[in-house]
């Protein structure tokens, strides 16, 4: 008979001696003796691996060592992974009232220390790749970042705490960190999470940071020459951030290397709307023009030419208003005006009526006459307060003063402007 009762007694005695295990981890952990509650715990657990109590409190240890540089060393490989599988562990076991209990009591602490630690090691990382401009550092910081993003995504899966589908500062570092690792598919696939939710900071709060996605999404498809995701992207980013021009610039260089000009000028007539005072973006616009007009590919038709060159004239002319003194203003309105001038004499050439063939040269010299105080007071201005580095544009504005005054048959002040092209290296050798 005592035989029956031996089964029952051995079950008992062990239970008993699990629970003292228990406690001794426990108050172990409570005492902050990490090392000896670490192996209390291990042993209970290789005897009884479905303990819950036991797989919660080594969540709760092996979260501590994870956070000691001191005590990392007991554990191989990530101790933090070890205590979130056993906290995931535990919170599943949602029977176990003892359990869920403790957990209450710790107001879940444990899961989210564990999101901060891993937060603050790739942080850690991050700067130390700001210092040493390593990529392996920053890789690290990147697979720090995505495990606490691993986390965070699993407290938002049981409730615990208001984290959205895109972690929205923590994505865009994993991004920035997988850029700086040189990890190109991963920058792309976590910078895509926050541009496809057109995501523009914090709670949706304007934060410049959140420039960078649509930066660099919109430059990778230009690169690419994938032109209708680059125009999503760069898109985006326009409507998000107005303010930003970044974008326009790289559609219009893609449209320029393209050769796709009239695309160009539209997206630079809609930066000159945005910003009617740039006297730099009214500018920019007119020389684009004049490119457009006076150096496209032999052979190739300018569709509304005459549009195009009222549109330079007037933003010429808004540019000059704004800035009056400005050397590339006045080039360019002195090219206006000569270019005028040879165009108006070819008609003069070409045609056979005498009173028009008098009215158009008498045109074209005024004309050329024109261009003469703009290209000297751009000359004036480069003699008085120029650079070394303006020796090049001092001679291509004495250049075309020489073609103006070849042009008015002109020999004296030829002369005059040939001499100063010769002697343009000597006076700008000495300008600082």
């Known amino acids: 008979m005592k035989r029956l009762f031996l089964p029952v007694f051995l079950s008992l005695t062990m239970s008993a001696v699990m629970g003292q295990s228990l406690k001794k981890a426990t108050k172990y952990f409570e005492g902050k003796d990490y090392d ?9 657990l290789e005897k009884n691996p479905t303990d819950g109590e036991a797989i919660y409190l080594k969540s709760k240890i092996y979260g501590k060592i ?87 995504q699993y407290i938002r899966s049981i409730d615990l705490a208001p984290i959205g589908v895109v972690d929205t500062t923590l994505v865009l570092n994993i991004g920035k960190a997988a850029l700086n ?21 914090p709670h949706n709060s304007d934060d410049d940071g959140f420039k960078l996605p649509y930066q660099w999404l919109e430059y990778h498809y230009k690169e690419a020459g994938d032109e209708a995701n680059m125009l999503k992207y760069g898109n985006l980013g326009k ?41 730099k973006y009214r500018f920019s616009y ?39 003194n400005d050397v590339n203003n006045n080039w360019l309105s002195s090219q206006y005006y000569f270019n005028q001038g040879v165009e108006t004499h070819d008609k003069a050439v070409k045609t056979k009526d005498a009173a028009e063939k008098a009215s158009l040269n008498a045109a074209a010299t005024n004309f050329f006459k024109e261009s003469i105080p ?46 100063m092209y010769d002697a343009a290296d000597a006076l700008f050798k000495n300008k600082s």
């Open 36 to 44: 000896k509650a670490k192996t209390e715990v291990d042993a209970l």
């Open 66 to 152: 994870a956070d000691s540089a001191a005590l990392k060393s007991l554990v191989q490989g990530d101790a933090r992974a070890e205590a979130f599988e056993a906290f995931k562990k535990a919170f599943a076991d949602s029977a176990n009232m003892k359990v869920r209990l403790a957990m209450m009591k710790d107001n879940f602490q444990g899961v989210f220390d564990m999101y901060g630690g891993y937060y603050q090691d790739a942080v850690d990382y991050f700067n130390k790749g700001a210092q040493s401009q390593n990529p392996t550092d920053f890789a690290a910081a990147m697979t720090e970042f995505m495990k606490a993003e691993k986390v965070g």
């Open 181 to 201: 690792a040189k990890k190109d598919d991963i920058t792309m696939e976590y910078f895509k999470k926050i541009a496809d939710n057109k995501i523009k900071g």
């Open 239 to 279: 409507e998000l951030f107005p303010d930003e021009d970044y974008y326009s610039f790289v559609m219009i260089d893609y449209y320029r290397e393209k050769k796709q000009l009239p695309k160009m000028l539209a997206i630079y007539g809609d930066l000159v709307k945005a910003h009617p005072d740039s006297m």
């Open 286 to 324: 007119a020389n684009e023009i004049f490119g457009y007009i006076y150096n496209s590919d032999e052979g190739e038709v300018i569709e509304n030419r005459d549009e195009w060159m009222k549109t330079m004239k007037s933003e010429l002319d808004k540019s000059m208003e704004l800035d009056p």
């Open 374 to 419: 703009y290209a000297d007071k751009a000359l004036k201005t480069l003699e008085a307060s120029g650079t070394k580095e303006d020796r090049s544009r001092y001679k291509s504005i004495v250049n075309l003063m020489q073609n103006i005054y070849q042009s008015l048959g002109d020999k004296e002040n030829l002369k005059k402007y040939q001499d």
